[in-house]
């Protein structure tokens, strides 16, 4: 038989991602350069995309090229001692290079697709697919900073997909040149190349039933199935005993019993 998916290579990481630059929206550009500070809210991963390129001179090994695109919310504190939520964008890039060892045939299908002619599917490669599963991060740090001058590109604005723009229901700013702020973020993930093999599993031949079950045919008292139920004492009556939690004795030497 053939499994659909091998995992080769599993890389699990723990990511700290600091000073990442944080892109808001363009109607708190005024609140975020009043502000006295910024503190740490929550994040919402939007998207992962994925690249997966051979690496030269290095057969079997793949370079896999990640690139996140985080929803962040802030709290900004301003003259009053109320925050105010500001929500914006951050991206960060990853690269991880794993084996994911070699593959030259040409696979064709004859897949169905719904609604569509029932033809062959363009031929592929049996090279590696990269898989990225990723959590929410975590806000570790928020912090605003005056800067001197104006730096020579911001192109994280100019890469970003335009379903990715969409989730934030209007247009992101790059921000005021002399102030901007950087967000620390904790992130788990893990990333793994698959791709298709060929597995030997034991086949066995078709068991045909020789019992027959007589459960539901009806030539059974249904009064002679309740008999044998056995009363549920339990339903009517609390427990003899009760189980103490296992925290019991820990929680007594603190007084708290």
Do not use: W
């Not at 808001?24 to 503190?39: E, F, G």
């Not at 800067?147 to 969409?166: I, M």
């Not at 597995?199 to 045909?208: A, E, G, K, S």
Request: aromatic share 10%; proline share 6%; charged share 25%.
């Amino acid at each position: 038989m053939r499994s659909k998916y091998i995992k080769y290579v599993i890389s699990s990481d723990k990511d700290c991602i600091e000073d990442l630059r944080f892109y808001p929206k363009l109607q708190y550009v005024d609140i975020i350069n009043r502000a006295l500070s910024v503190k740490g809210g929550s994040a919402k991963l939007l998207y992962v995309y994925v690249d997966v390129e051979p690496v030269s001179f290095n057969r079997g090994f793949y370079t896999v090229d990640m690139r996140f695109f985080y929803s962040v919310t802030l709290q900004a504190y301003l003259s009053c001692p109320a925050p105010v939520s500001v929500e914006g964008l951050c991206v960060f890039d990853k690269r991880a290079i794993l084996f994911g060892s070699e593959g030259n045939a040409k696979i064709f299908s004859s897949e169905l697709r719904t609604g569509e002619p029932d033809l062959q599917l363009m031929s592929r490669s049996n090279l590696p697919v990269a898989v990225v599963e990723a959590v929410d991060p975590i806000v570790l740090d928020a912090r605003i900073m005056d800067c001197c001058g104006k730096r020579d590109c911001d192109c994280d604005l100019c890469e970003v997909p335009s379903f990715v723009n969409s989730c934030f229901d209007g247009e992101l700013s790059s921000g005021d040149d002399s102030r901007r702020i950087y967000v620390t973020l904790g992130q788990f993930s893990i990333v793994r190349l698959e791709r298709d093999s060929q597995l030997l599993t034991p086949v066995y031949d078709y068991c045909v039933p020789d019992k027959e079950c007589a459960c539901g045919s009806g030539t059974e008292d249904p009064c002679g199935i309740f008999r044998n139920i056995a009363f549920p004492v339990g339903e009517f009556f609390p427990p003899n005993t009760v189980q103490k939690p296992e925290n019991y004795h820990d929680c007594c030497s603190r007084g708290c019993c």
